[in-house]
């Protein structure tokens, strides 16, 4: 009698414990693929970032006329490809935004990059 | 049959069933503990991912758009929105110094940076060449910086949107101090 009371006990705490860790298990697993959406979103932004901070710079560096070097820090993880014949910097395939002059084809990483406007010629390049 | 009685009653406060109860309120605690850490978590992340968004599009405006009216820098009080340019990435001397000139909260209404506090200074070569609001405090931030030319020269543009983060989630430091 005392064996099987037990044996009782055990079964029911067992079913309570599985559900807990199953509710658990279903809530952490929505949570990572929200973290998996938020973190694509986030990456999208950053490529944006890197490809507009790199217009604004060729632009500016553009319009300051000739002997102008300008530097700045890029931070993406990612690396962005400007394609001189096309006027475009493009970041992973997955965002690209128009420069307003041909610039020698390149690809930059993060860290300082540095704008020069020299002898006619806008270049790109990591410092 | 008295004594059967008693063993059952002796049965319930066994020593079983508190080690039961016991572990089955650590799993509890365990399980409530870690799902409150990883909501922590994501609160953080979309919130940086809120601010990111904000400091992109704020700073976008600022180096492209003249605001409106376009004159807004005569009137600073009647600007429905602002921009720092005249042409774009032309960084303006008269609406720097009619942005700089307002009140902290009147410049918070019109950049829409919503309960984010903000930072922003024209650099050259590193240097902070002027600045207006509020130095970011902590390292909840998120800076964007755009080109601009100024007075022919090319200058950097930098915004930091920040927030104490500490202070507006009171309930977590409550339990996790200085996390």
Redesign the interface.
Do not use: C, H
């Given at each position: 009698m005392?064996r099987n009371?037990?044996g009782q006990?055990a079964i029911e705490?067992f079913t309570?414990?599985a559900v807990?860790?199953f509710l658990?298990a279903t809530?952490?697993f929505m949570?990572y693929s929200?973290?998996a959406q938020?973190g694509e979103?986030?990456a999208l932004?950053d490529r944006?970032?890197a490809c507009?901070?790199v217009q604004?710079?060729v632009?500016?560096?553009l319009?300051?006329?000739n002997g102008?070097v300008?530097?700045?820090?890029l931070s993406s993880k990612d690396t962005a490809y400007i394609s001189g014949n096309r006027a475009y910097v493009g970041v992973e395939n997955a965002y690209a935004c128009s420069l307003p002059a041909a610039v020698p084809d390149v690809n930059i990483t993060s860290g300082t990059i540095r704008?020069s406007n020299l002898n006619g010629g806008v270049r790109v390049e990591n410092a | 049959m008295p004594n059967r009685i008693a063993n059952n009653r002796g049965?319930i406060f066994s020593t079983?069933?508190i080690f039961?109860v016991s572990?089955?309120l650590l799993?509890?605690a365990f399980?409530w503990y870690?799902?409150d850490d990883?909501?922590y978590e994501?609160d953080r992340?979309?919130e940086?991912?809120e601010m990111?968004?904000r400091a992109?599009d704020i700073s976008?405006a600022l180096?492209m758009a003249s605001g409106s009216p376009d004159n807004w820098a005569l009137d600073p009080e009647g600007a429905n929105s602002i921009g720092l340019v005249t042409l774009?990435?032309?960084l303006s001397d008269e609406k720097w110094s009619a942005l700089a000139g307002m009140d902290y909260k009147d410049q918070k209404g019109l950049l829409g940076v919503g309960r984010f506090d903000f930072w922003l200074a024209v650099k050259s070569?590193g240097a902070v060449l002027n600045s207006t609001g509020l130095e970011p405090a902590g390292d909840f931030r998120v800076g964007?910086?755009?080109?601009?030319?100024r007075n022919?020269?090319?200058?950097?543009l930098s915004l930091v949107l920040w927030e104490d983060y500490k202070s507006s989630f009171m309930t977590y430091d409550y339990y996790r101090g200085n996390k």
């Open positions: 005392s009371t037990k006990i705490g309570t414990l807990i860790l658990y809530l952490v949570t929200r973290d938020l979103k986030t932004m944006r970032d507009l901070a604004s710079s632009s500016s560096v319009a300051s006329g102008t300008f530097e700045f820090g704008v | 049965q079983d069933l039961a572990v089955f799993l509890l399980v870690s799902w990883l909501n994501m992340k979309m940086l991912s990111k968004q992109l976008d180096a774009p990435r032309q070569g964007i910086e755009r080109a601009v030319i022919g020269e090319a200058q950097m």
